[in-house]
């Protein structure tokens, strides 16, 4: 059976508006003597990306006013709300809480905004990586969500370039000889979710090498493929 690998890149430093992290991710794993390869995935934290593109914004952390604004700003819909809590639905398709509005892990007096475009900024990543040294790689963008029904956050993927989104196994058989009717594997979602065990949540490892991947999983993919249509959907 086939083993996988999930090395965590340290020592990028702080990431400011205007990195090139491309760049940065090479010179990290080079310097920690884990080269990159042909075949891995590199998992890369919102929160870097959202800085390098510019997407944090002046917010007093006290002035909850002042936040629900700037959560009102990057919704589309809201679907819950409970307290201080909102559930939306953003620009992109995501239901997540406050928008995806941030305030961990970044400077005092700022908060962070989901990239604009979250497959772009992992194309823009991959193809740096691919000019610097020559090697193809997938990139997923991740991010960390709750779970309707289940207690507990995970990181799940809010960009992808490279790599399947979602693997269908329909229509194939089980170790059973039973045919597959429903299953659809979010594979980017849980390589994100696997690349956060060895980033966590207060390390300072914004990327992680995720190696050993299936090679069919490699392809032209985005995050649209998680989305699940509105007209499909029973809870919205």
């Not at 006013?65 to 819950?80: D, G, P, Q, W």
């Not at 610097?132 to 370039?161: C, M, N």
Request: proline share 4%; glycine share 10%.
């Amino acid at each position: 059976m086939p083993s996988l690998g999930v090395i965590p890149i340290e020592g990028m430093g702080e990431v400011r508006p205007g990195d090139a992290i491309g760049t940065l991710i090479v010179e990290a794993a080079q310097s920690q003597a884990t080269p990159i390869a042909t075949g891995d995935c590199l998992v890369v934290t919102q929160k870097i990306v959202s800085k390098a593109e510019h997407r944090l914004v002046e917010l007093d952390h006290s002035d909850f006013a002042a936040r629900a604004e700037l959560i009102a700003s990057e919704t589309v819909r809201v679907l819950r709300r409970r307290g201080d809590l909102v559930i939306t639905e953003t620009r992109h398709g995501f239901v997540c809480a406050n928008a995806g509005v941030d305030l961990s892990n970044v400077d005092d007096g700022y908060a962070a905004l989901l990239p604009i475009d979250g497959d772009r900024s992992a194309h823009r990543i991959r193809n740096a990586i691919r000019a610097a040294i020559g090697v193809d790689v997938a990139v997923v963008i991740s991010d960390t969500f709750g779970r309707p029904w289940r207690h507990g956050l995970t990181d799940v993927a809010i960009g992808v370039a490279g790599i399947a989104a979602v693997v269908d196994l329909r229509g194939q058989s089980d170790d059973r000889g039973q045919e597959l009717r429903v299953t659809e594997v979010a594979v980017a979602d849980e390589i994100a979710a696997a690349a956060e065990l060895v980033m966590g949540k207060a390390t300072g490892v914004p990327v992680a090498i995720v190696r050993g991947l299936d090679p069919s999983w490699f392809r032209d993919g985005s995050v649209h493929e998680l989305i699940r249509p509105v007209e499909d959907d029973l809870f919205r």
